[in-house]
Each structure stands twice: as structure tokens, then as C-alpha cells.
């Protein structure tokens, strides 16, 4: 198992990054010939339906070469003026565009999709402000934070009878 994080950048940045750079996709992602990629970009979250389709196609084209299966993770909940909101409750539905273009993108192209980011909207539900969650309370889930991520993957995987 390999991780491969960036803090601060978009998959932009990363496409961009020369060989030998410590954050190369090609070396440090392709070049492994995974069986399995598991991505998050939560500073992907300005892009429109229009660009996830764009940029998102590069990579699914990537990964089948190999013959990856690829799962992509919607980004965790952020300070709430940055998402266009104005509360912590009554938040069931992620607005922001890049979220509903990664889960149109995923039913388009059959591409497995852990949905954090709908565990992160039902939290008011529980009487749970989703900030809390953040270890700096802007957007840098703690420990259980993470859990949600856990357990979106976990969910698709049901367990048999």
C-alpha cells in the first residue's frame, strides 16, 4: 500500500508535476501499476460538473490502462462560507458543484463512489456541528472525521449473509 498526499493541491498541480518531482503522478502513481486507487481531492472543490468530467477522464483513462480499479472518495465538508453555506444543520445535500460532478461522474463511467461527503451533511442530524470534526475547525478532519472516510469505503463492500 502506497499514499500518496499533497496537502494545499488540486489534481491540477498534480498533473503538472515534472519527473523526479516528489509528487509525480506518473512515477509515484502509475509507474507502481496499482490494482487499486482510492482518491480525495478535496481542493478539487471548485470545479464545475464540466471540469470533473475533463480532468477526471485523464485519470480514469490512466488507471484502466493497467487495469486499476479505481474509487473515488467526495471531499469531507469545509468551513461553511467556503462551501456557499450559512449554517451547520439542515445540510443533507453537498452544493457544491464539483460534488455533484463527481457523483455524475461515477455513474456515467462505472466507477465505484464512496460518498463521505453525504455522511459529513447528516451529521447535524445526530445533533453533531460537522466543524467539530475539524482539527484546525476550518477543514482538517480529525481522527474521527477520518472514521466517516473508513466507513463511506467500508460501504461498499456489503457484508454477506
Known amino acids: 500500500m502506497v499514499t500518496e498526499a499533497w496537502g ?33 481531492f478535496v481542493n478539487d472543490a471548485g470545479l464545475t460538473e464540466q471540469q470533473v468530467e475533463e480532468r477526471y477522464s485523464l485519470f480514469l483513462e490512466d488507471f484502466e490502462k493497467p487495469g486499476a480499479e479505481w474509487m473515488i472518495l467526495t471531499p469531507h465538508y469545509v468551513r461553511p462560507d467556503w462551501m456557499g453555506l450559512t449554517r451547520q444543520h439542515n445540510i443533507d445535500e453537498d452544493p457544491r458543484s464539483y460534488v455533484k460532478g463527481l457523483r455524475l461522474f461515477a455513474d456515467k463511467h462505472h466507477v465505484a463512489l464512496a460518498d463521505a461527503s453525504l455522511r459529513y451533511g447528516r451529521l447535524w442530524r445526530q445533533g453533531i456541528p460537522y466543524l467539530t470534526l475539524m482539527e484546525n475547525h476550518i477543514n482538517h478532519p480529525n481522527v474521527f472525521g477520518h472514521t466517516l472516510f473508513a466507513d463511506s469505503l467500508m460501504a461498499l463492500f456489503p457484508r454477506s449473509r
Do not use: C, F, M, W
Open 8 to 40: 494545499g493541491h488540486n489534481t491540477e498541480n498534480y498533473l503538472k508535476e515534472p519527473p523526479g518531482s516528489e509528487h509525480n503522478y506518473q512515477e509515484k502513481v502509475l509507474a507502481r501499476k496499482p490494482d487499486l486507487v482510492i482518491s480525495e
